[in-house]
């Protein structure tokens, strides 16, 4: 069956506060009206007692480190990184990251997110992951050099390599480079970075002043605050997106807003690893700023749920600046989806006629989603995805259906074995 | 069949890293062994894929509010309460509060809690609801005179009527005093609750210290802020329970260990309500105060899941001192089941042979629980109780099987009706 030919009819849902059908035609959404006649052919979905919303677009991750869930908590960042995270990563495999990455689109499916934004080592397994489960993500290949200019060199030409190798996977698939961070990679390799980015079109994905320290460092070192340093090297323009930004000034946010960067904002590895909690959400927002929203990676948040992300987002928004008006559901809810689209560029986050047909069935007759006073507040306030999340659909492919994705026994099995044989290996089993 | 006779026998679940069979007669845990004989009359329960937790203890709630869940969010204080809140409460009936109970029960019973710690309106209609659910809870008797002496004299004496009507319960029902807080009732109003308290040994169960604004008026009224007022009506006991304390200085946290008094923190609420987000739990812990976790009424917080409540308590734990290590899993895992356990003064919260078999069987066949290096930190830091929780058994009765409460559709069904019809009689559909 070609894509043209596909035809999914939604019965009975609930939309924008109405019953409703809704009709896709290969990869888009077609129609959107109250009685849509079912044709032959069609594959057709009960909608009663759910609701249709926009699939979440998770901005920053590192999805294969699924396998780290739950090793090494609670520690301070030097001692977690050297005694647990890296001897581990030293000897972490192809086929963990393939395994992790399918847990991690497992999850996320499961949680109703139909896209996200990658960042990790062996990209190319992550894409065929994403590819085998049919998600959408922009995968960043990773720069990391800490000064070794031969490191530098190879990842100059990796860019070139894995961008050609990219072009075999589906259009679900998008490539884009990612720049560790200004303290894991140089001056130069990030102009580097600009230039391949205006060149081919594509995403540079970057962590920027996630830390106190950070910032700390980054004046030492460079005489300047990150968003200054970047701007001194003229990297700054609407491809950059940086992960966190929660220790900003007015200055640098009238900086980022004059050259259209994005900002991505991850408020569970924020909290948990105590890196800063005054994300100035309103300030970026009154300049401009495209914001979206992010999990962060399983070692540090420990779920990919952005329902929960969502969550301590507006919570912790409001807690800061005593204000309880502050983040509202509705403004956190666009954030996560229409904005997160935005920015990886992919043509969904809203349930409208001509969009991409990326969008989650999710289940009203549970508890903590009754009464339906309001249901974006039940979806920000009181839901977990994992809890509620009923039926993904992708690309105009159905993930999965009433709590059922294919083959997910398997994937659990095969993402714990990679996990806890990649601890022995490590012998930190 | 007596409580003596009733038998129930969990098979092959995971009990402190191991597989393990587990024995309930009557309302206990019997036995706790590698493999238990199967005897004629025993209820089997496959545990396979799944570990068997205590049950967390809710100990800071008014569970009918479910009914107003996403009914005015992102509203300062006094909007919220002048034109949302208080408007439909002037119309709410006892079959509201009775269903509101219910639907709360259900979405516990659902997310892994067997015990609350309640204060409401009409409490016999939320101790009937526990009783027909098969929950247990310590319900409070809400005092509220704001200076109305006649209200105040009625309140004293409801205290007994309704400590006489809470006898016909079963001794799931635990009876308790629930003067509102320092600006709703009187000091003499106080020490009339303290003295009733220590007669008939009930708890206090009280806000306390939920706003800087409260502290404040403390100081401007009674001269003294809202602990030191306490001590000074000489009401402080090891009876009482207050809840939040977001806003103790040192010396108040001193007196409040002197007395033994107990401290509930509720983190979603003092977060989406902009409360205060600095709760000192190191600074309690260290002095010996039994401290609980609360979700708080689902008309400020908005769920009554008690992962959620964790998850947050630790990650803001952390946060606000930019201390990862503050506010360990296990420690947080600890104080939502011993010590809410120990503050309702009820046998249960660890799985132990001899105590009350008020225990969750929880999935662990989940993407977001795998893999499982650390259950605990799973638990905490990963997963939503509304997403894991499989079985839940209280008083040693099997109130959800493998996802399935009975009655619950009709709970949800009539609970939505409550909640919608409550908002018509007050012109605020």
């Not at 019965?11 to 959404?29: F, T, Y």
């Not at 323009?237 to 900002?263: F, Y």
């Not at 991505?264 to 979206?292: D, T």
Request: negative net charge; contains cysteine.
């Amino acid at each position: 069956m070609t894509k043209e030919q596909n035809k999914i009819l939604i019965q009975g849902a609930i939309l924008n506060g109405k019953v409703s059908d809704l009709l896709i035609e290969g990869n888009r959404i077609k129609t959107i009206a109250e009685n849509i006649p079912k044709e032959e052919g069609m594959q057709v979905i009960d909608g009663k007692g759910r609701a249709i919303v926009p699939g979440m677009h998770n901005c920053h991750t590192h999805s294969a480190m699924t396998i780290y869930r739950g090793f090494g908590d609670d520690l301070k960042l030097m001692d977690w990184l050297e005694n647990w995270i890296w001897p581990v990563e030293a000897v972490m495999t192809e086929e963990d990251v393939y395994w992790g990455s399918k847990l991690a689109c497992l999850e996320m499916i499961k949680s109703g997110t139909t896209a996200f934004l990658d960042m990790y080592t062996f990209p190319l397994c992550t894409a065929q992951a994403v590819e085998d489960m049919g998600m959408r993500a922009v995968l960043s290949y990773t720069l990391f050099d800490r000064g070794d200019e031969k490191r530098a060199k190879l990842d100059r030409e990796q860019c070139y390599t894995y961008m050609e190798k990219y072009k075999h996977f589906s259009d679900r698939v998008e490539y884009s480079l990612g720049p560790h961070a200004i303290y894991t990679v140089s001056g130069p390799q990030l102009q580097f970075c600009h230039e391949f980015s205006q060149e081919n079109d594509v995403l540079i994905h970057l962590h920027l002043s996630e830390t106190e320290g950070e910032v700390k460092d980054s004046i030492k070192n460079y005489g300047l605050s990150p968003v200054r340093y970047l701007d001194k090297l003229r990297v700054l323009s609407p491809n950059l997106v940086i992960a966190h930004g929660v220790w900003l000034d007015e200055e640098e946010m009238d900086l980022l807003a004059k050259h259209n960067v994005k900002v991505v904002h991850n408020p569970a590895s924020n909290l948990k690893l105590a890196s800063g909690y005054r994300f100035q959400y309103e300030e970026m927002k009154k300049r401009g700023i495209l914001i979206g929203i992010g999990t962060d990676g399983c070692s540090s948040s420990n779920n990919l749920d952005m329902y929960t992300a969502m969550k301590l987002a507006a919570f912790m928004g409001k807690a800061w600046r005593f204000d309880p008006t502050a983040m509202k559901a509705e403004d956190i809810f666009e954030t996560a989806t229409k904005s997160g689209a935005e920015i990886m560029r992919i043509d969904a986050g809203e349930i409208k006629e001509g969009k991409l047909a990326d969008l989650v069935l999710v289940n009203l007759n549970r508890p903590e989603m009754l009464p339906c006073h309001n249901l974006i507040s039940n979806l920000v306030y009181s839901a977990a995805g994992a809890a509620i999340v009923d039926t993904t659909i992708v690309d105009g492919k159905v993930l999965m259906l009433h709590g059922k994705v294919d083959g997910e026994d398997e994937i659990m099995e095969k993402a714990s074995k990679c996990a806890y044989d990649m601890l022995k290996r490590a012998n930190k089993a």
